[in-house]
């Protein structure tokens, strides 16, 4: 049994325990002035299951991008690891990004060129490690989803499910602090779902804080908090 | 929260032994790697996109070579010629020049020989010709690559030396007869054909003796110009004797017929520049709007794979050396298809625009010459278009909003 090189010490600045991992504070965003996102106020602890809800165009994405520090709000502050997003560098949020941040996205995006394997391991490329190692680990976190044999197969050859637990091999290659998932047991079979769900269950286990946007009840009774959104208004169910 | 793992081998994140931890330049391999990567498997997207690049590539390439192998032929035909060339000034133009001269510009202190020329044209057949008439006896100082020998003064068999283009033309041989449209009457015998590396102008020359050039053109008080040999060193003083003693009389030293030669050469590769620099703009357009600007999924990709980790420096590392092969591969593909254009369909298109009265396809080899400039200068060319259309591009998508770019 190794242990993990402590949260805090991957960051440049010290997550307590008691800390919040995320904090959103009167935090707006406005698309095109006629949907807008508020959030007042939202924590998230280190190792903390929290599920957001709401109807189709509620702002759950949104919240999801804001929180990855793939968009950036109007107004308000996104604390990540103890630090306002807008304060990290260029360097230091890539770094983030890629040891310490996992990312389903809802259209999975996957560089269509590419094979299976290399877009599971597109992050460790900036970090030196050689293709042989890469691969060794796609090939290890492919065998957890049972995609070992997709793994030299262009993703757009993949079925809806497979490509869905491949988007989530992904966010899980760097082992991540913080798992961010955005519908990811939409539009897959009852199979798929459960594998998700297991996979979401074991990385809890392990530490991994994870903030997911579902429709499904089956991932919101697991969820330790839920919150939901209407309209873009956040409510803490 | 400390998070654990349970092990050690089956996790991913991992290393598979000490060994594997990334050298200083494991960053680097990796980016050149994912960018042969990308191009191995884009190879359509970027031929098209190089389409542009390379048209613009070949034509550089092609008229490069054509005016460097011009200018080159153009400076050894003036090496190996008279020391001082004479015309006769007509209202401020090169006239007819009075055979009663020549005497007294052979009478000049340092010219050593006098040799006069006839030029014009007539026509052989269907083709037109240029005629050179010179005093035979000249010619046996002449640096000719020829088949056959040097035609000499016979009144009974006049004898020609003809242009290999011409020879070609209308298939003529070594001993073949040949008479001319002017003077029908006169039956030249063919007794050497100047080879392809002969200069231009004389491919389709008939150099035959002064008296029966005097004869065809029915000219025999005038001939075109002079040509004057000096002593080593004396062609400056001489010019300037020629100058102050024969008001009519325009002398050019060889020096200056060669910065004639060069500065027209020049003026000439500056007419292609106004193509080159229209080439690089369409090729820089087109290449960005295939590649980056107008492709979405380009676009998505860097978005993602910004998304994924990889910092603005990363991507533009990795996009900079597709691009720097994209430029070597396009350079070599245009240096092929160049030297194909010049050997195979002798310049066809492009060495009309350098040489005057040539049809748009030669039927004539085109002198070319390949310098090791050609391919620097088109490496630097494609390094400008395609690192111009994407460099930029690809900057703006890095550091745009990840979320934009993903839709």
Redesign the interface.
């Known amino acids: ?4 090189t ?2 805090s010490s991957q960051t440049s600045s010290i997550v307590q ?1 008691s800390q919040s991992l995320v904090r959103l504070t009167q935090v707006e965003k406005h698309y095109r002035h006629h949907f807008s996102l508020q959030i007042d106020e939202l924590d998230i602890a ?2 903390a299951w929290v599920a957001i809800h709401g109807k189709s165009g509620a702002g759950k994405s949104t919240l999801l ?1 804001l929180i ?1 520090g ?3 709000p109007d107004s308000g502050k996104v604390i990540l690891f103890g630090k306002n997003l807008t304060t990290y560098s ?2 230091a ?7 310490q ?1 996992g ?1 389903l ?1 809802q259209r999975y ?1 996957f ?4 094979p299976v394997w ?1 877009n599971i391991t ?2 460790l ?7 042989v ?1 890469r691969r ?3 090939k ?2 492919l065998e957890e989803f049972q995609l070992t044999e997709m793994m030299d197969r262009s993703p757009q050859h993949l079925s809806g499910g497979e490509q869905q637990r491949a988007a989530l091999a ?1 966010a ?4 991540p ?1 913080l798992l961010i998932v955005d519908e990811p047991t939409s539009h897959v079979d009852n199979e798929t779902q459960s594998c998700i769900l297991r996979h979401l269950q074991k990385r809890q286990a ?3 804080t994870i903030l997911v946007a579902t429709h499904d009840p089956n991932l919101l009774r697991h969820a330790d908090t839920h919150y939901e959104i209407d309209n873009g208004n956040f409510l803490a169910s | ?8 081998h ?7 032994s000490p060994g ?1 931890k ?2 200083p ?3 680097h ?3 050149v ?2 960018a042969i ?2 191009l191995t ?2 190879v359509l997207v970027y031929l098209i996109a190089s389409v542009a690049l390379i048209t613009g590539l070949t034509l550089l390439l092609t008229t490069v070579a054509v005016s460097e192998g011009l200018k080159t032929q153009a400076l050894r035909a003036v090496r190996s010629g008279a020391d001082i060339y004479c015309t006769w000034d007509y209202f401020g133009r090169p006239g007819p020049f009075p055979r009663s001269e020549i005497e007294t510009l052979s009478s000049i202190e340092g010219v050593t020989r006098t040799i006069p020329r006839i030029i014009g044209r007539t026509q052989v057949a269907d083709e037109l010709a240029i005629v050179v008439g010179i005093p035979l006896h000249a010619l046996s100082d002449e640096k000719l690559q020829l088949s056959g020998a040097l035609p000499v003064p016979n009144p009974d068999r006049p004898q020609v030396l003809i242009g290999y283009e011409l020879a070609r033309h209308l298939n003529l041989n070594v001993g073949d007869r040949l008479t001319l449209q002017n003077v029908s009457s006169i039956v030249f015998q063919v007794t050497g054909i100047t080879k392809t590396t002969s200069s231009l102008w004389s491919a389709k020359a008939i150099v035959c003796d002064i008296n029966e050039a005097v004869i065809l053109f029915d000219e025999p008080n005038h001939v075109s110009d002079i040509c004057l040999y000096t002593l080593t060193g004396a062609e400056r003083r001489t010019q300037e004797i020629v100058q102050r003693t024969h008001e009519r009389v325009k002398a050019q030293t060889q020096e200056q017929v060669r910065n004639y030669v060069t500065l027209g050469m020049t003026l000439r590769e500056g007419v292609f520049s106004g193509f080159f620099i229209l080439a690089l703009v369409l090729a820089i357009g087109s290449f960005s709007v295939i590649t980056y600007h107008g492709f979405a ?1 380009r676009r ?2 860097i978005a ?9 420096t ?1 991507i533009i590392e990795m996009i900079a050396v597709e691009n720097t092969f994209v430029s070597f591969l396009s350079t070599a593909l245009s240096l092929i298809l160049a030297i194909i254009w010049v050997r195979i369909f002798r310049a066809a298109m492009i060495a009309p625009v350098l040489i005057a009265e040539l049809p748009l396809f030669p039927e004539m080899d085109i002198p070319a010459i390949f310098t090791p400039l050609c391919p620097v200068l088109a490496t630097l060319f494609s390094l400008v278009v395609t690192m111009s259309g994407s460099i930029y591009t690809t900057w703006r998508t890095a550091t745009a ?4 770019a ?1 839709q």
């Open positions: 049994m190794t242990t993990r402590p949260l325990p280190p190792g991008h990855s793939i968009d950036y260029e360097a949020l890539a770094q983030l990004r890629r040891n941040l990312i996205y995006f560089i269509p060129h590419l290399q597109s992050k490329v900036p970090d030196g490690i050689s293709t190692e060794r680990r796609a290890l976190i992904r899980l290659i760097n082992d602090d392990s530490g991994t | 929260m400390t998070k654990s793992t349970p092990a050690d089956s996790n991913p994140t991992t290393p598979s594997d990334p050298g330049w494991s960053r391999f990796n980016l790697c994912a990567e990308n498997r884009n999924p998505r990709e993602l794979l910004k998304a994924e980790g990889w910092n603005t990363e909003p990840v979320a934009a993903l």
